[in-house]
């Protein structure tokens, strides 16, 4: 996993701790077509006090999103969709509309199962202290890896897995063009303004999966380029819905 990490004399960076909760639906409009329902909440546990200034703990972020993707292969698939954030920085408050453009492609390697997802998104945050808005163009490229506890060779195709797996990610930030009107999407100066990275465990039922694990986000949060370092315990819950089933068992 990489990390994004800026050494300065006289840094004022940040040290935090948290909880970030994630819920994801996925569901099969057509064999091709599907979409997916994303909700990421982040809290901030941590209040720091540097000098006269307190960092207040709170909630942070609150983002959902909803994509439709559509499949080109087994491996490949395309999307796109729109997500709002709602973000508070500290105290400083801003809503953010994104339109959101992404592919990925799924290649195994024996029992690992590596994603590669590359994501361009375009921000209009709003300050809503100075009621002025900005724009942003931002690329994002995950890694993530899966790797099955279970004996995979127990389960046929077309029958549901269930056991544990492991699972990691990272994912770097690449800011085109960064928003001027708040911390919220600006560059700081730099291309390379943020990283995420994610370690831990999930047990899967097949349509269903539940994951706890480690996070750590990376962030330059000014323009004298402080950081911004989070430590999250995440808690996700997934699950996928076939309409189909969901319209039969209605009638």
């Known amino acids: ?142 890694l993530g890896l899966n790797y099955p506890l279970y004996n995979t060779q127990k389960y046929k195709r077309g029958v549901p897995p269930r056991g544990f797996y492991a699972l990691a990610s990272n994912e770097v930030f690449l800011y085109l063009k960064g928003a001027t009107n708040g911390p919220v999407s600006s560059t700081n100066g730099l291309l390379l303004s943020e990283n995420w990275s994610n370690i831990g465990l999930g047990y899967t039922t097949g349509k269903n999966r539940i994951e706890v694990g480690y996070g750590f986000q990376s962030l330059v949060r000014n323009k004298k380029q402080d950081m911004r370092f989070l430590n999250l315990l995440q808690l996700s819950f997934s699950t996928s819905i076939n309409w189909g089933d969901v319209q039969y068992w209605y009638y």
Do not use: C
């Open 1 to 142: 996993m990489a990390f994004l990490i800026i050494v300065r004399a006289n840094s004022q960076d940040l040290y935090l701790r948290g909880i970030a909760t994630n819920y994801s639906q996925t569901g099969k409009i057509t064999s091709k077509l599907s979409y997916n329902l994303h909700i990421l909440s982040v809290v901030n546990t941590s209040t720091l006090k540097i000098g006269d200034k307190t960092f207040p703990s709170g909630h942070t972020h609150f983002i959902p999103h909803l994509l439709f993707n559509y499949k080109l292969t087994d491996k490949w698939n395309v999307g796109g969709g729109y997500a709002f954030g709602r973000h508070d920085i500290f105290g400083l408050r801003e809503n953010e509309n994104r339109i959101v453009l992404q592919t990925a492609y799924n290649y195994k390697f024996g029992k690992l199962t590596t994603n590669n997802r590359g994501r361009f998104e375009w921000r209009s945050p709003l300050n809503l202290q100075t009621n002025v808005r900005s724009d942003a163009s931002i690329f994002r490229y995950q």
